[in-house]
């Protein structure tokens, strides 16, 4: 089957960890920018940050700069997120998608592949 599948989520605590995972299945992911995304109850969807094919290329919102770090193994078709020092506003379904990339910072779904999501919830 072909797809990208998110893992990694769960409940934390202010302060803490999570590393999540987006391992693509039934395709080889070296030749896809991914991007991941997240979305809050009543609100829209933002990217979240996002990696170039060869990995040589990192972008993330103001928001999580500092804090989250998407990186890549194209040998084991997965690209991470790992989240430092969450805060309750970074709550959210948390997606990976294929993106288009251009290297200036910008990227948007390509909508070739979407992952079914993984819960985050920070809360003491």
């Known amino acids: 089957q072909v797809q990208l599948v998110e893992s990694g989520g769960g409940l934390v605590q202010p302060g803490g960890s999570l590393r999540l995972s987006c391992v693509a299945s039934g395709f080889t992911l070296d030749i896809y920018a991914i991007g991941w995304f997240r979305q809050a109850p009543e609100k829209e969807r933002e990217g979240v940050s996002a990696i170039s094919s060869s990995g040589d290329s990192t972008v993330s919102a103001d928001s999580v700069k500092g804090r989250f770090t998407i990186s890549r193994d194209n040998a084991k078709n997965t690209v991470y997120l790992q989240m430092n020092n969450l805060k309750p506003e970074d709550t959210a379904v948390y997606y990976c998608?294929?993106?288009?990339?251009?290297?200036?910072?910008?990227?948007?779904?390509?909508?070739?592949?979407w992952g079914q999501g993984t819960q985050v919830t920070v809360s003491s």
């Open positions: 998608a294929t993106v288009y990339y251009d290297y200036s910072g910008n990227y948007y779904p390509s909508n070739h592949y």
